[in-house]
Each structure stands twice: as C-alpha cells, then as structure tokens.
C-alpha cells in the first residue's frame, strides 16, 4: 500500500466544509462553506489565502447603490452590512455591529456614508473611507426599526418603528433625537425622502400614507388614504410624484404637491405565484394574495420596478400604465413556491404526501414531517430538510441607469445593459456597411463616418473610426454631430474610458462634446442623467487610478533622489579622508622632534 505524508493542516470554518477543488496546475486548493457562504482560494505551497469572500449566510432584505453606482450595499439576516464593488464583484468591507438582522440601509450623496437600520433598535452609520462604526442612533424606548430614510444632504435621518408605530428623525451631525413623528396606527412599513422637497413620506398598515413636513417641525402635513395596507412608498426623481403599493396588488400614483391620485396599475395578475408543497389550493387562488413589496423608480423616471411575494420583477410604463417586462428570477425547484402545480409523485389516494404530519417520536427525524404553522414566511429554521419559500425583499434601480439589482431567495442578482455584443442599428439603411464606412474615411469625411459607424453600432467600427481622426479635428467633428447620436456616443466615450490606453485622447472627445452639446444635454437631463453618471463614475474612477501611479511614481522618485545624495554625501566623505591621508604623506611629522620640543 502506497504511504501518505500530511503536508498540512488547514481549518477554515467551524461548520463543514461542502466541496473542494484544485486548479489545473495543482497549486491553488478552492474551499467552500455552504453553511456560512464561504470561498477560500489557499495556495498550499506559500501557505497563503489568494482570495477570501463571503457572502449573508442567511436572506439579504435590503439594498442600495453608491451615488456614482460603483459600490452596492446590502444588509441581511445575519446582521451584516456588506459593500460590494461593481466592477469586481467581490465584496472588500464587511460591518458586523449590528447583533439583529439588518432591515434598511441608504447611502449619502456624497458616498462617503452608509446608514442602516436594525431590528436590535439601533440605526448605526458607517464611514466608506475609515471603515468604522461612528455614529450610533437610539429610540428613548427600545425599537425595531423596519424602514430608513435620508435626506438629501445626508444631515437627517428618519426610521420607522416596526412595534411602536413611530418615526424617529435624528441629526448626523451632532447625534441627537430631534423629533419623533407620531400618527400611524399600524406598522410603518417604508419611508422615503422627497430628493427635491423638504418632506419625508411614511407608508403603513394603517391603510394611509403621511406626508410629513421634518424641517418645520410642525408634524403630519397630510394623511392620504389607500384601499389597503400600504407596503412600499417611493418617490420619483424629481420629487413631484410618487408611488405606494398596497395589499390588494395595486400600485397608485399620487401627486406629492395636492395628494391627488393621478394613476394606478393593477398588478396582481402579474405576479406570477407557484404552489407550495403544503398549499390546499391551486396558484391561481393563491396570487390572489400576493402584493408588491418593493418598488423603485428608473433613473430617468419614465418606468417603475415592482417585486414582492413572488419569483417575478415587473417593469411598467408609469405614463400608460402597461407591463413592459417580467423576470423571472429562478427556477429552482429546491425553493417552495416555485411549481405551479404539486408533484405527481406526493399525491396518493389519501392525498398530498406533505400534508401528513408525522410525529411519532420512534421514528427517524430525517422522515419526520412536521407542517408549518399558517403564516409563517421563512419555515423552520431548525429542521432539516428547509425549503425556503421564493421571494423578493428588495429591489434597486442603479444612479447610472445602466443596470438594476435584486435582493432575492436565490441571492443578490444584477441585470445590466453593458453589453457591446447587442446588435442595435439606428437608422440602418442598405448603403451603411464597412466598406462604405472605411471610404468615407479615407475620403476625409470624418463627421459622415463617424454618424455612419455609429448608426450601425459596429463597437470595432466606432474604434477605429474615432482613432483616425486627429485630435486637431476633434471639435469640428463634435460640433457637426447630430443631437440623435449623443446618447450612443457618450455611452461609447464611456466604454473606452475603461478600456483604452488613449486616455488623453478620448477625454479631449468628452471635453469638447460636454463643452458644444452642453445646453442640449441641460435640456434633456432627465432623460441624459444615467448616461452623465455613468460618465462621471469613469471618470472618478480613471482619476483615482492615476492619484496612486501618480503618487507611487513621486514617492518612487523622491526616494532615489535621495538614495542618490546619501550616496553622493558617501561618496564625498571618502574623498576627503583620501585627501587628508594624501597630505599626511606628503608632510610627514617626526615625532622625536615634537617631544623634544
């Protein structure tokens, strides 16, 4: 029998471990902890961690995203606010204060701050540049907050209480309680800041919605009443409309100026709900008691995102009040919730297998069987086999408009537009191909290539079109470029930001173009804004990547400069004790002489 040595002993995580893998070569050992949502990547030889990640070892039931959409922020069960990079994927900070599960969080405007809200009774705000805990708010009566708000410059916040029907509004500066709102007869369920006004909105189980005016101290500005239980509350970007889902599967618009209801959708139907193992009636009953519980406006404020009770995210059309797209977010069929109707296979001539509960205590526990109590959303924890039940806690739409994220059973899910694989001529007509393109290059006709490559959206094409032409050319072209084309081009300036080792060159492009179209982007800002984002979050982050060469290359040249005068000081000091043995020889004393003297 061959002999085995233990070349070494690695322990990573007090539950067991659910798989490991080695990479091709031999060198890198992957360990995951399904238990704690951990990936270990060790390198056996230097005995070092090459990637360490870990996710919420439990449901996540909120997000949000930085101002510039570089960073998301999601808080879960497990009481951990984690920070994610966008670019990456990984998450680089975790927050581990809070000792009860994290119900809210919201980010500042300028970035630098993440607030969150907890069921312990604490609201808690992180610094993103130190990565410590510095603020800690507190209710005179102990809490369980369940909503989180801020204000726009970040100096108010307000939290709903879950038992004590209250809104608490705290200063950030200074820590103190300011004010406690009172006037809800039921859970507040969200909150949420007017990003234009002054005023703060509060949503409830009550069937009513507040206004409420935090600045004048004055209280309620107005109480508005809704057909049901009132779930999420959101504003739109311009802060002159908003929206409240209710229990009844309804979305209502409202204007925020006069409270007067101005739309409302009907979305029940759209919820598409499958049937639990232990459900006595069909789906289709059953979506009758399924509501929206997230809802999130588009950047440019034209669409609406709803998600809740179920495996589907809505968008619709706000102005015509239509469905535009649904996603489903899974179809894993270890989630409850998830098939529309039972497995053949459980249904005897006594019926449904999962509604036999068996508690024989003789028997094995993994055979047991024991039927959840009516109500209960998240199953039995401590059970063995646990088959959680598929929703929704939280959606958010990204500043950049770009892309959106979910807070799901399956985990934390992006869709994004980023994609330069997508076929999407404008305008395409049969006389635009490469060839006519390259000609009309040749020919010098730069504007009409450019127009050209652009319509057929050829990213290659727009590349090489754009890198022919001399940067002396660059504010006519601009200049000459039709308005219809800005929106395509920006998003290309972007992409090549990124990417590109001509950087000097595509900002002398953004330059001139923010520079000649500036008014016309003024104009169209609602509907411009994620595209500007996005730029601005390019190019914030190509700044930040010079700052550290930059500052490595002068750190770097100030430590030969002055390697070279230590050794030219050397250097120096050697000579002179060579000159002063030189004169030593060349006048040699006679110490007889000196001592008879």
């Known amino acids: 029998m061959p002999e085995f040595n233990l070349i070494h002993s690695l322990s990573v995580a007090e539950q067991h471990i659910s798989s490991l893998a080695f990479n091709c070569t031999g060198d890198w050992l992957s360990i995951a902890c399904a238990g704690l949502g951990q990936l270990l990547v060790w390198e056996w030889q230097s005995e070092t961690y090459v990637l360490k990640q870990q996710g919420h070892f439990n449901n996540m039931n909120c997000l949000t995203y930085s ?41 500042t405007q300028n970035g630098k701050v993440v607030v969150s809200a907890s069921s312990d009774g604490t609201v808690r705000a992180f610094d993103l540049k130190r990565y410590r805990n510095f603020k800690t708010f507190t209710s005179p009566k102990p809490t369980q907050f369940s909503s989180l708000a801020l204000d726009t410059s970040g100096e108010i916040i307000c939290a709903g209480g879950h038992d004590s029907f209250e809104i608490f509004v705290w200063s950030m500066q200074n820590g103190r309680l300011l004010e406690v709102l009172s006037g809800h007869e039921a859970p507040i369920a969200s909150l949420s800041f007017s990003p234009m006004h002054s005023v703060v ?23 508005v009443n809704v057909v049901s239980d009132a779930l999420a509350i959101t504003f739109r970007p311009d802060g002159i409309e908003l929206a409240v889902s209710t229990l009844n599967g309804q979305i209502t618009f409202f204007e925020v100026q006069d409270a007067v209801q101005v739309g409302s959708i009907e979305g029940r ?18 979506q009758k008691g399924k509501a929206f519980t997230s809802l999130c406006y588009t950047a440019d404020g034209e669409c609406i995102l709803a998600a809740g009770q179920s495996k589907c995210v809505c968008i619709y059309n706000v102005k015509h009040q239509i469905l535009i797209k649904k996603f489903e977010i899974t179809q894993n069929r270890s989630f409850d919730g998830v098939n529309d109707y039972i497995n053949r296979r459980k249904m005897t001539e006594f019926g449904n297998l999962a509604l036999i509960e068996e508690r024989d205590p003789d028997d094995d526990e993994e055979r047991a069987v024991s039927i959840a109590l009516p109500g209960v959303k998240k199953g039995d924890m401590a059970s063995r086999v646990y088959k959680p039940e598929v929703r929704v806690m939280c959606i958010e739409f990204s500043p950049t408009g770009r892309s959106w994220a979910a807070a799901t059973t399956e985990g934390l899910l992006v869709y994004s537009l980023d994609s330069n694989l997508v076929f999407d001529p404008l305008d395409l007509e049969t006389d635009i191909t490469t060839s006519s393109i390259r000609e009309t290059l040749l020919e010098k006709e730069y504007s009409k290539a450019l127009m050209m490559a652009l319509k057929l959206k050829e990213h290659k094409l727009v590349v090489e079109v754009v890198e022919n032409i001399s940067p002396d050319e660059v504010r006519l072209v601009i200049s000459s470029l039709s308005s219809r084309y800005l929106e395509r081009f920006i998003s290309f300036l972007c992409d090549q930001l990124e990417s590109s080792a001509h950087l000097e060159f595509y900002l002398l492009w953004s330059e001139n173009l923010l520079m000649i179209h500036g008014q016309h982007l003024k104009d169209r800002s609602l509907h411009m804004l994620p ?6 979050r390019t190019l914030v982050r190509k700044r930040q990547q010079l700052e550290k060469i930059c500052d490595y290359n002068k750190y770097m040249l100030r430590y030969v400069l002055s390697l070279g005068d230590i050794v030219r000081k050397k250097a120096e000091a050697k000579e002179n004790e060579d000159y002063s043995d030189e004169d030593k020889n060349i006048f040699p004393v006679d110490e007889e002489m000196l001592q008879d003297e």
């Open 269 to 286: 139907n759209d919820l598409k709900s499958g049937r639990r193992d232990t459900d006595l009636v069909s789906a289709k009953l059953i």
């Open 531 to 536: 595209l500007l984002h996005n730029l601005q």
């Open 67 to 107: 101002p510039d959409g570089q960073f998301l922020i999601t808080g879960g069960d497990d009481g951990k606010v984690k920070v994610w990079n966008m670019s990456s994927g990984f998450c680089f900070v975790t927050f581990t204060e809070h000792t009860s599960s994290v119900t809210a969080v919201s980010c």
């Open 201 to 223: 909105v509060s949503a409830s189980w009550d069937k009513t919605f507040r206004i409420w005016d935090v600045f004048s101290g004055k209280g309620s500005r107005e109480a």
